[in-house]
């Protein structure tokens, strides 16, 4: 059974930095590309960025690209999500999400994801 399980998150000040970490088992995790997404307030599902299976290839949302960065390591079948540079409007509860082998079409799209975990909030102050 695939079991995602992220940490990480708190109430920070805007400005500050915060590692999320996704924390994976029941599946052949290096073959996965995982991705991050999150759920402000009131608000639809939205994508962060993704780190691909295989390669050493990361894609983001124009809103967070030059701020957050994803890794993966998969000798302890982890994904992380490094924030900088937190602003008010990060607020969210943030998700990591396994990524359907073989599924095409638009990276950002929940529907080409299987398995997700919880969630952890991060709140960021003013």
Not at 31 to 60: C, H, N, Q
Not at 84 to 97: G, I
Not at 109 to 125: C, E, K
Request: glycine share 12%; hydrophobic share 40%; net charge neutral.
């Amino acid at each position: 059974q695939v079991r995602l399980v992220e940490s990480g998150g708190g109430l920070v000040q805007a400005g500050d930095s915060l590692t999320l970490s996704c924390a994976a088992s029941g599946l052949n995790f290096a073959s996965f590309a995982m991705a991050w997404f999150l759920r402000a307030p009131g608000k639809e599902r939205e994508f962060v960025g993704i780190s691909w299976s295989g390669v050493d290839t990361t894609y983001y949302a124009d809103s967070v690209k030059g701020r957050f960065i994803i890794s993966r390591d998969n000798a302890k079948n982890t994904v992380y999500l490094k924030m900088n540079s937190l602003k008010p409007e990060d607020t969210a509860v943030y998700s990591c999400a396994e990524r359907i082998v073989g599924s095409g079409g638009s990276a950002s799209a929940p529907m080409h994801y299987d398995f997700w975990g919880q969630g952890t909030q991060v709140t960021v102050s003013s």
